[in-house]
């Protein structure tokens, strides 16, 4: 491979560029032209706060759980399989058998019925 092909995709393209602020890269950009497509299609935008990487580390663990456990083993056929495959995943055994350790070791179907038991 010609090396400066390994260098240049090594840098974002100039237009993806942000300046820097406080020491970290915003791609404003990028989520400018993002939310006026969404804007378009009717969609709600939904980012974190600004500066708060936190804000979507459950739902990032939860798609490294979901490829993990469960797509790395199937290779689908078509978009409807694939569906069904994580519709069975997320509400059979993620919400109803999986147990959560943040949620004392049972799954959050427990979890709720036993919140709702305490709560009556």
């Known amino acids: ?3 400066h092909l ?3 995709a090594q840098e974002p393209a100039p237009t993806c560029r942000a ?3 406080n020491g970290s890269v915003r791609y404003c950009q990028y989520t400018s032209d993002y939310r006026v497509i969404q804007e378009q299609f009717g969609l709600k935008t939904s980012m974190s706060r600004k500066g708060n990487c936190y804000d979507n580390a459950p739902m990032e663990s939860f798609w ?3 490829k993990n456990e469960s797509l790395s083993h199937y290779r689908f056929n078509n978009r409807d399989e694939a569906i069904s495959v994580i519709r069975e995943y997320i509400e059979i055994f993620y919400n ?3 147990c959560h350790s943040r949620l004392g070791n049972i799954s959050p ?3 709720r019925e ?3 038991q305490m709560a009556a």
């Open 1 to 3: 491979m010609p090396v």
């Open 6 to 8: 390994i260098y240049g």
């Open 19 to 21: 300046k820097r602020t």
């Open 64 to 66: 490294g759980t979901l």
């Open 96 to 98: 109803r058998q999986r």
């Open 109 to 111: 179907a427990a979890f």
């Open 114 to 116: 036993k919140y709702h």
